[in-house]
Nanobody, 116 residues
């Protein structure tokens, strides 16, 4: 049974930091490109960052470049998103995603709220 479980969300003040985690099970984690998406109220889900396993290549949405860092630990079957210098516009539910060929797995999401 495939599971992706996000954690680490919460309420943080503007300028603060959070680290999200995505624990994976039920599939060969190291073989899958992994991504973080987010969805704010009334908006479409958008790609935040992605990491390819074999070479560690990463890419980021322009809105988070220089502030967010995606990483993964294949030994722990876990992906991370370090979020620094958070802004109110980063408020959203953050989802982790594993996709390869026609396999497409999603977590349940974790809420991140940036507010003073």
């Amino acid at each position: 049974q495939v599971q992706l479980t996000e954690s680490g969300g919460g309420l943080v003040q503007p300028g603060g930091s959070l680290r999200l985690s995505c624990a994976a099970s039920g599939f060969t984690f190291s073989s899958y490109p992994m991504s973080w998406y987010r969805q704010a109220p009334g908006k479409e889900r958008e790609l935040v960052a992605a990491i390819i396993s074999a070479y560690g290549n990463t890419n980021y949405a322009d809105s988070v470049k220089g502030r967010f860092t995606i990483s993964r630990d294949n030994a722990k079957n876990t992906m991370y998103l370090q979020m620094n210098s958070l802004k109110p516009e980063d408020t959203a539910v953050y989802y982790c995603n594993a996709r390869r060929w026609y396999y497409d797995y999603w977590g349940q999401g974790t809420q991140v709220t940036v507010s003073s």
